[in-house]
């Protein structure tokens, strides 16, 4: 009897459950409808993965960029080298002039070589598709490759400012500018570009020596977390705003070149030289055009990577679209250092006639056509027919055409004077 009253009781008590379960199923379905679509609504963004403000931990693949990143930089490594190493002759052992832009170029013409000499190694991650080098030695190489692409736009907007300052006729005075150190007397120019390099290389060493969030020896020039790390992440972010204050200075000394040449030619055509301000100005403008095509867009999209690095809440598959977009716009960067001799030869007509001399003598019995360019260069540049010129322009330093901005500045400081008016 005790038996069969206690199984009636487990069995009235499962009956009371089960209706009460149905009648909570009941009860809580016409809320189904509404709860999904509200659900629906506030469910984060494609670029969010916020589950209970933790990071979705991702691996991302680049294996579809590794091939066409290798035969880029292969080539960037090549034609790079090439031109810097003959710019970077030309200016030890071949151009006379000792001023302050000739060592600004010899310092940019290194700092592409730095650059360049770590291209090899990120050839090899992408060929083999892992790094077998250790994670320090992939720390001192990725470093070093921003450490002097930052060092190469520095002395880009050094040269800009310079050449704006010798047009303003300050040359002479800043060229009289020396530091005593050690007992030496230094030029200005040395001291800044020195001191340049020494900051570069004590921001260096703390970017090799502290540790990533994760540390990874088979991979390298990866994509990285800085949630630990952070203050990585903010140098970088420093470094952009470094490069956005250059890029100002930039332009302002270039237009000013090119708008005070460009006044010059029309105003006054009669001016020896003034056919060749226009050529001048046009190319300021064309190596202003160059530095905003390689290094614009990679530090315009460089503020949304470290955004990225330093959140949580990213999805994976932005995160994949921002490490593939990242890795083609420094690919516009590196291709800075190919174009960097393009600019040497082109804005100087001296460090120009003298390669060109130098190409002619040593390529001259195999390409006739260096001989002819030798010719039209230097030659036929002084001993051509005289040509009458005004009085004022028999007074000028130089009358043969030039377009180094250094050798015009006397006749356009000329122009601003009272006694240059006709």
């Known amino acids: 009897m005790t038996t069969y009253s206690s199984a009636s009781s487990v069995t009235s008590t499962l009956s009371a459950a089960a209706s009460f379960n149905s009648s909570l199923s009941n009860s809580t379905s016409f809320l189904s409808t509404p709860m999904v679509s509200f659900l629906s609504a506030t469910s984060p963004p494609p670029w969010s993965s916020a589950v209970s403000g933790r990071h979705v931990n991702c691996s991302l693949d680049n294996t579809a960029l590794h091939v066409p990143l290798a035969i880029f930089y292969c080539f960037f490594f090549i034609f790079g080298c090439v031109g810097n190493l003959f710019a970077l002759w030309v200016f030890l052992f071949l151009h006379s002039k000792h001023n302050s832009v000739r060592v600004l170029l010899i310092n940019c013409a290194f700092a592409d070589l730095v650059l360049l000499a770590c291209l090899?190694?990120?050839?090899?991650?992408?060929?083999?598709g892992k790094w077998t080098l250790g994670s320090v030695a992939c720390k001192v190489v990725g470093n070093l490759f921003y450490m002097n692409m930052y060092i190469s736009i520095l002395l880009l907007g050094l040269i800009s400012l310079d050449r704006h300052l010798r047009l303003k006729g300050k040359g002479r005075a800043r060229r009289g500018l020396r530091l005593r150190l050690c007992g030496h007397s230094k030029a200005c120019t040395w001291v800044g570009c020195a001191a340049i390099w020494g900051l570069s290389f004590m921001a260096l060493v703390p970017m090799i020596v502290t540790a990533e969030d994760k540390e990874d020896n088979d991979q390298c020039f990866?994509?990285?977390?800085?949630?630990?790390?952070?203050?990585?992440?903010?140098f970088n972010?420093?470094?952009?705003?470094?490069?956005?204050?250059?890029?100002?200075?930039?332009?302002?000394?270039?237009?000013?070149?090119?708008?005070?040449?460009?006044k010059a030619s029309r105003d006054k055509p009669d001016l020896p030289n003034a056919h060749r301000y226009e050529r001048t100005a046009k190319k300021s403008f064309f190596v202003l055009f160059l530095f905003t095509i390689c290094f614009g867009p990679y530090h315009t999209f460089r503020p949304i990577y470290i955004y990225t690095q330093l959140t949580e809440t990213v999805s994976c598959e932005f995160r994949h679209v921002v490490d593939h977009t990242n890795e083609v716009m420094l690919l516009f960067s590196a291709f800075n250092s190919c174009l960097d001799p393009v600019m040497y030869f082109l804005l100087s007509g001296s460090v120009r006639k003298t390669a060109v001399r130098a190409l002619g003598h040593t390529f001259a019995h195999r390409f006739p056509f260096f001989n002819e360019a030798t010719s039209n260069s230097s030659t036929t540049e002084y001993r051509r027919p005289s040509v009458p010129f005004p009085d004022s322009a028999l007074n000028t330093p130089s009358v043969t055409p030039r377009t180094s901005v250094c050798i015009m500045n006397s006749n356009l400081r000329r122009i601003s004077t009272p006694n240059g008016k006709k």
């Open 222 to 234: 990866q994509y990285k977390h800085r949630i630990v790390a952070q203050g990585k992440a903010y």
């Open 120 to 128: 090899p190694f990120r050839v090899y991650y992408h060929v083999h």
């Open 237 to 262: 972010a420093v470094l952009v705003v470094l490069f956005w204050l250059v890029f100002v200075v930039l332009i302002m000394s270039y237009a000013k070149i090119a708008c005070q040449l460009l």
